[in-house]
């Protein structure tokens, strides 16, 4: 029926939601750096001064290289769930294609996360550790999370429209998230049987993988990458069948 | 080849709509929630065929939104089929995709993307689409500056000028001052002069008459009535002066 053009409407709907959000803020773009650094400061201060544990000698670039891929998950999953109610009175008035709601929303927050990328590699570089060759997998791991975060989100998103309640299992299973995803702390501390637990966790390999590169200077894991690879594909399949059996119900529940 | 066309169309909704939370679901699961669906269109057949101008006419709660929303492919029917051919513009609520802290120009262009317009075409028409709203200079201030009649004609501005094949108007005649009015109502017959289809909602007589060359009434989501306008109108207006009276 909407035989539109797809690419100029989401770039357009990821235009309005980036304007929107900085044009209400003094310091703009500003706010995406601030967040980050404050949560690396806070954490590194209280896990080398309070709770003072063993750890590495740059824990604080260690835990940007959990916090960067753990925030754009984290708020990535919840604000896409939402995505399609909060786009309601467009929904039942333009016949556009629905996917383009969750869509949209992801890719406006990889704006931020590429925003905060940059921070990270500014900061990996202001710590002595220059580019090397590993570097390379870095956009391939990042395309990854991006893909199951996509998939996530378009499977939520529908859900929450037949569950309202939805959203706030998101929300529970991101602070969750937040322990179980080595953000404060390295994988050698993990004792071997609970390590099952953080390979079934595609946020926990991307944070693992970065660290290879960005710290250890070398390739991440095959087998970590090729598990991430089918569960990204996976996930972003599945996103797309369950928003597609879904989305005809959307109009007589919204 | 009919450019809309309805076989014996049904819609309904669950009563229960509205609330979708876990407990309403889990209560369906035990069955203890039991409601008649509420029909909202009752095995409806009509069809517009090209050039045509159909106006919808009905009390309130009749089935005609219902109906716009299905002919827009909002939705689809729970019985029956629903065939459109070509690009259909739904003025259905003015200015539901606008945000108040984009500015005129930048709402205007994401309406026309939400409409389907290529990036190409959209800047073709943009100096059309602002010069008709009269916008005028205040095109690139934000639109929580705008009065809400200037939102309306905005609105109304981006839809007729997208080119659309079909042009579905819900009750939106009534946007912004007498002489904006106007230029809207030429604009709907230079439409219809060009043989493009309309289908038309609305409460007042005067515009369905003017507009439309066939009406349909329905009430209570069938249809009492498929004709030509006057003879429509006339067992419309007629029945509604012997409710009044009894």
């Known amino acids: ?254 | 080849m009919p450019l809309i066309e309805f076989q014996n169309v049904s819609k309904w909704f669950p009563h229960s709509t509205g609330r979708q939370l876990l407990r309403t679901h889990i209560a369906r699961w035990f069955g203890s929630v039991h409601h008649e669906p509420f029909y909202a269109l009752r095995n409806v057949s009509f069809r517009l065929d090209e050039g045509e101008s159909l106006a919808i006419v009905g009390s309130n709660g009749a089935g005609k939104s219902t109906l716009l929303s299905l002919a827009a492919g909002l939705t689809m029917p729970d019985q029956g089929a629903v065939r459109v051919k070509g690009r259909v513009a739904a003025l259905l609520e003015l200015g539901a995709g606008f945000h108040p802290d984009l500015t005129g120009a930048e709402n205007l262009v994401l309406n026309a993307a939400l409409l389907g317009l290529s990036k190409r075409k959209t800047n073709e028409l943009f100096d059309k689409i602002v010069d008709f709203s009269g916008i005028g200079e205040f095109i690139d201030d934000p639109l929580r500056t705008y009065s809400s009649g200037m939102i309306m004609r905005l609105a109304f501005s981006v839809a007729i000028q997208c080119e659309p094949d079909i042009l579905l108007i819900d009750e939106v005649l009534a946007v912004g001052d007498a002489k904006f009015q106007e230029k809207s109502k030429e604009a709907l017959v230079s439409f219809r002069r060009a043989g493009k289809s309309m289908l038309f909602v609305s409460h007042s007589p005067g515009a369905v008459r003017s507009m439309c060359d066939r009406a349909l009434w329905i009430d209570h989501g069938s249809v009492m009535m498929d004709g030509a306008v006057k003879d429509v109108l006339d067992a419309y207006e007629g029945r509604a002066v012997m409710q009044q009276r009894t």
């Open chain 1, 1 to 254: 029926m909407w035989n539109g053009d797809y690419l100029f409407l989401i770039r357009n709907l990821v235009e309005k939601d980036f304007k929107v959000r900085y044009r209400n803020m003094s310091l703009g773009v500003l706010w995406s750096l601030l967040n980050p650094l404050i949560m690396m400061a806070l954490l590194t201060f209280i896990f080398t001064k309070i709770f003072a544990q063993p750890h590495e000698r740059n824990f604080p670039l260690s835990v940007l290289c959990g916090l960067v891929p753990y925030n754009f998950f984290a708020v990535a999953w919840v604000t896409g769930t939402t995505s399609v109610l909060e786009s309601s009175a467009l929904i039942k008035r333009v016949p556009v294609p629905r996917q383009v709601f969750p869509i949209a929303s992801v890719l406006s927050n990889c704006l931020h996360l590429l925003i905060q990328i940059t921070l990270l590699l500014g900061i990996v570089l202001v710590y002595g550790r220059g580019v090397n060759t590993h570097w390379l997998w870095l956009p391939l791991i990042w395309g990854l999370e991006i893909l199951f975060v996509m998939g996530l989100t378009l499977t939520f998103s529908a859900i929450n429209v037949y569950v309202r309640d939805t959203r706030y299992v998101v929300e529970s299973a991101n602070t969750v998230l937040f322990w179980l995803v080595p953000i404060f702390y390295s994988w050698t501390l993990i004792p071997a049987r609970f390590k099952g637990l953080y390979q079934v966790n595609p946020v926990a390999a991307v944070v693992l993988m970065m660290r290879n590169v960005l710290l250890e200077d070398r390739a991440p894991l095959g087998s970590t990458l090729i598990r991430l690879v089918f569960v990204s594909i996976v996930m972003f399949a599945t996103g797309i069948l369950i928003f597609r059996k879904l989305k005809d119900g959307f109009y007589t529940r919204l």
